[in-house]
């Protein structure tokens, strides 16, 4: 039995080196015309990831901030630019102007040309008595007369003491008892009403001839409720001249004053 399982062993053996010697029939495969299938990109990859998409989308905010500041600076530089431009411009047309304007240290005064610039005289000296500044100064022509002149007071159809006015070349009118020298206490009145004034003026004679005389004027001081010569409402700051029997009022003072000298009729010399 041995020898029949050895001999079964070898031919089985034989036969199979007898079969890996004969030639096997190989098939062939057809080729595959299709392209090949893409690679993908690693790249793409990257960009498609959650990471790689937020850091393109800071870089794209910095850039476009970047080119936003960038924009700025520019517009900010086209300004200055401008203003500089605008200032050049201004100077140059202020030297121009300063250029065909002559200049006054190179002009020749003239001596005879009147100067109105302020001198200051008139705040110099200012006119005050009693540490209250009085809104009249007498001018150079002021004289005392020598007709004597006087007022004589009605209130309503009660006469008052009559006042000599011709002691001195001016009278202040008002309520300011510390400074007039006529008290005038209606309400309506203003502190320093009104001032009679004599003045020396030019003077024609009934024989045509002129001489100078001193005659007296009324002027209201820019009074509240105004003066009034003969019930008619005179102009502040300007000189009337008052004549024989001329009424004078002040404000709504129901008091008049009627002007009179020693020489009208009817009147009687009673004070020198």
């Not at 392209?35 to 790249?43: A, G, I, K, M």
């Not at 000296?125 to 540490?131: C, F, H, L, Q, S």
């Given at each position: 039995?041995?020898?029949?399982?050895?001999?079964?062993?070898?031919?089985?053996?034989?036969?199979?080196?007898?079969?890996?010697?004969?030639?096997?029939?190989?098939?062939?495969?057809?080729?595959?015309?299709s392209?090949?299938?893409?690679?993908?990109?690693?790249?793409s990859?990257?960009?498609?990831?959650?990471?790689?998409?937020?850091?393109?989308?800071?870089?794209?905010?910095?850039?476009?901030?970047?080119?936003?500041?960038?924009r700025?600076?520019?517009?900010?530089d086209?300004?200055?630019?401008?203003?500089?431009?605008?200032?050049?411009?201004?100077?140059?047309?202020?030297e121009?102007?300063?250029?065909?304007?002559?200049?006054?240290n190179?002009?020749?005064?003239?001596?005879?040309?009147?100067?109105?610039e302020?001198?200051?005289?008139?705040?110099e000296?200012?006119?005050?008595?009693?540490?209250i500044?009085?809104?009249?100064?007498e001018?150079?022509?002021?004289?005392?007369?020598?007709?004597?002149?006087r007022?004589y007071?009605?209130?309503?159809?009660?006469?008052l003491?009559?006042?000599?006015?011709?002691?001195?070349?001016?009278?202040?009118?008002?309520?300011?008892?510390?400074?007039?020298?006529?008290?005038?206490?209606?309400?309506?009145?203003?502190?320093?009403?009104?001032v009679?004034?004599?003045?020396?003026?030019d003077?024609?004679?009934?024989?045509?001839?002129?001489?100078?005389?001193?005659?007296?004027?009324?002027?209201?001081?820019?009074?509240?409720?105004?003066?009034?010569?003969?019930?008619?409402?005179?102009?502040?700051?300007?000189?009337?001249?008052?004549?024989?029997?001329?009424?004078v009022?002040?404000?709504?003072?129901?008091?008049?004053?009627?002007?009179?000298?020693e020489?009208?009729?009817?009147?009687?010399?009673?004070?020198?």
């Open positions: 039995m041995g020898s029949s399982r050895k001999r079964q062993t070898s031919s089985s053996s034989d036969s199979s080196s007898s079969a890996s010697d004969s030639p096997v029939p190989v098939r062939k495969q057809k080729r595959d015309s392209p090949p299938p893409r690679r993908q990109d690693s790249r990859n990257r960009n498609s990831s959650p990471r790689r998409q937020s850091f393109n989308n800071s870089q794209n905010r910095s850039l476009n901030t970047s080119m936003k500041r960038k700025r600076k520019e517009d900010r086209a300004e200055k630019n401008d203003s500089a431009k605008e200032d050049k411009r201004r100077k140059e047309k202020k121009k102007d300063r250029k065909m304007k002559p200049d006054k190179d002009e020749k005064k003239d001596l005879t040309a009147p100067n109105f302020k001198s200051g005289k008139l705040t000296d200012r006119n005050t008595y009693k540490g500044v009085i809104k009249y100064s001018p150079p022509e002021a004289r005392i007369p020598k007709t004597k002149w007022l007071p009605f209130k309503g159809d009660e006469t003491p009559t006042m000599y006015i011709h002691r001195n070349s001016g009278y202040l009118i008002g309520r300011e008892r510390k400074i007039v020298d006529i008290p005038a206490d209606h309400p309506s009145c203003s502190s320093q009403h009104a009679i004034q004599f003045r020396l003026v003077h024609v004679r009934q024989d045509g001839s002129q001489t100078q005389k001193v005659k007296p004027y009324l002027m209201d001081l820019e009074s509240t409720n105004g003066s009034f010569l003969n019930n008619v409402k005179i102009e502040p700051r300007r000189y009337y001249e008052l004549k024989e029997r001329d009424i009022k002040f404000g709504f003072s129901t008091r008049e004053y009627v002007i009179l000298h020489r009208t009729e009817g009147v009687m010399e009673t004070e020198s």
